[in-house]
């Protein structure tokens, strides 16, 4: 790894100097500053990984530097010279965050034993990020983060449909990504200049709907003041995403035939017919089959949707999936906010992995982002900055009716804060793992894992339902 970039201010000529020929002569990438102000100038404008500052300084003092720099780049880890008899002050400096100090008078020896520490440091930093981002290619793709197995296989599946022009059905719960899904599938279609049109198919009363796909002739009905193109034509070349497709109507659901079977349409109150190249996405919370046989929706235009049907799992049945979702929405989020936090107490962390998330992914986003905004600088985030009931339970408080973690009486059930030090939680915990280590094995066969565990497979289905483990293949799957 390169030497890290580095920054000195001191306003002394010949001390600056003579740290700026010490850490060249080994190789680092060294910039100065006399003052404070032109050093902030230089962190602005740089990425400098290790600063040096004096404590004392005309002007801006170190302290105010230091807060500055973690403020504008937390990661820049920072060194402060303090003068003889100051510890105090050196203390203070490393309570807000500066990594380490160095007493004047100092030997340049001293100074770089120190600065190596840190540059150590640094590189262990970078190394973890690197493998991370590894780790993040391999369970996501296109923003779509999933390590759970059923959510890999989806991941796979999506590559390979996005490269077709195959009609596409995503089914899932609200909020559990179809329109990420649906993004990610033009983005990696060869249509990917062309253009993406988005309709959600409930938003729009029957009539309107039907004008809105497939445009209408000037006087087609009261309003229709000139000749508008549907959003068919305007998907010309390129993707539409029909949302929520279950709500449509019968004659939508004829019309939307025809153009799936001969790819042509006329506008309402028309008649020129319209050719047209449409990759269709589509998706509904509903479960469509049904909808058949109850006689809501027809049977042959389902069946030209369900080419390829893609199933998102509920943020529940994949509840190894919350925490990587709640740690990557916590960096996003507390970059945007210039925030640094040292990710979620235990406490936090097993109320994410029992609570039920009806609303899914975006639910977690939600609390996440509330979490951040609760969050104290460098501090972990703690389970009412999750729910935001400042008389949370976990603080002492009564159990708050609106709170979702409390009306699943998750709360009431543990010691405030100490959700995983209890004997029961460790051996779920363990349990958990145990299990999900060996369904990995037998790739979810759920005979042979009860097999190797020694219980029966309903006990297994059981334990997995209440433990939160996604209980491998289906029966039906088992074949
Ligand atoms: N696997 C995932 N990884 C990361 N973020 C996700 C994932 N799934 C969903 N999200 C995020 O959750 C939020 C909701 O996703 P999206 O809008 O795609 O859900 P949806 O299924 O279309 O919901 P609805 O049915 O309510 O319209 C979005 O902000 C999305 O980025
Ligand atoms: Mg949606």
């Known amino acids: 790894m390169k030497a890290p970039t580095t920054l000195i201010i001191d306003d002394e000529p010949l001390i600056r100097l003579s740290m700026v020929d010490a850490l060249k002569a080994v190789g680092y990438d060294v910039r100065a500053a006399a003052t404070g102000q032109e050093g902030l100038q230089i962190l602005n404008t740089n990425a400098i990984d290790m600063l040096i500052t004096d404590l004392r300084l005309p002007g801006m003092d170190g302290l105010e530097i230091l807060h500055l720099c973690k403020q504008r780049s937390p990661r820049t880890e920072v060194i402060m010279i303090t003068a003889h008899g100051s510890v105090d002050t050196a203390v203070e400096a490393m309570k807000r965050g500066a990594y380490d100090y160095v007493t004047k008078p100092f030997s340049m020896d001293e100074l770089l034993l120190i600065v190596d520490r840190v540059a150590r440091v640094l590189a262990l930093r970078q190394e973890n990020l690197l493998l991370r981002e590894e780790l993040e290619d391999k369970f996501s793709f296109q923003g779509i983060l999933g390590k759970n197995d059923r959510m890999r296989e989806v991941l796979e599946k999506i590559k390979l449909v996005a490269a077709t022009d195959s009609t596409v059905l995503i089914l899932g719960e609200s909020g559990t990504g179809k329109e990420l899904v649906a993004n990610a599938i033009h983005r990696n279609s060869p249509r990917r200049d062309e253009a993406l049109i988005k309709v959600s198919c409930a938003a729009l009363p029957e009539s309107l709907l039907?004008?809105?796909?497939?445009?209408?002739?000037?006087?087609a009905f009261t309003g229709a003041l000139r000749q508008k193109r549907g959003r068919f034509e305007l998907a010309?070349?390129?993707?539409?995403?029909?949302?929520?497709?279950?709500?449509?109507s019968p004659i939508v659901q004829v019309k939307l035939l025809r153009v799936l079977q001969e790819r042509q349409f006329e506008r309402v109150g028309g008649t020129e017919t319209i050719e047209v190249d449409v990759r269709l996405v589509c998706a509904t919370q509903k479960d469509l089959k049904k909808e058949v046989q109850q006689g809501r929706f027809?049977?042959?235009?389902?069946?030209?949707?369900?080419?390829v049907p893609v199933r998102l799992p509920p943020l529940r049945e994949r509840r190894e999936d919350i925490l990587v979702i709640a740690e990557h929405v916590l960096q996003t989020r507390a970059a945007r906010m210039n925030k640094t936090l040292k990710g979620f107490?235990?406490?936090?962390?097993e109320l994410l992995f029992r609570y039920s998330f009806p609303g899914n992914v975006r639910e977690l986003e939600n609390m996440v982002e509330r979490a951040v905004a609760l969050g104290r600088q460098q501090e972990e985030v703690q389970v009412w900055q999750l729910c935001g009931f400042s008389a949370c339970p976990y603080l002492g408080g009564a159990p708050q009716e609106a709170c979702g973690f409390c009306s699943e009486g998750l709360t009431g059930k543990r010691d405030r804060g100490e959700a995983s030090s209890s004997l029961a939680a460790a051996r779920d915990q363990f349990e958990r793992q145990f299990?999900?280590?060996?369904l990995g094995?037998?790739?979810?066969?759920?005979?042979?894992?009860?097999?190797?565990?020694?219980?029966?497979?309903?006990?297994?289905?059981?334990?997995?339902?209440?433990?939160?483990?996604?209980?491998?293949?289906?029966?039906?799957?088992?074949?």
């Open 210 to 219: 039907e004008a809105e796909l497939f445009g209408h002739e000037k006087g």
């Open 236 to 248: 010309h070349r390129g993707t539409l995403f029909l949302d929520e497709i279950g709500e449509i």
């Open 298 to 307: 027809r049977e042959d235009l389902f069946y030209r949707l369900n080419v």
């Open 345 to 349: 107490s235990h406490g936090a962390q």
């Open 435 to 438: 299990i999900q280590s060996v």
């Open 441 to 479: 094995r037998v790739h979810g066969n759920r005979t042979e894992a009860s097999r190797i565990l020694g219980m029966s497979r309903k006990a297994l289905w059981e334990k997995c339902k209440r433990l939160g483990v996604s209980s491998g293949r289906t029966e039906h799957d088992e074949g």
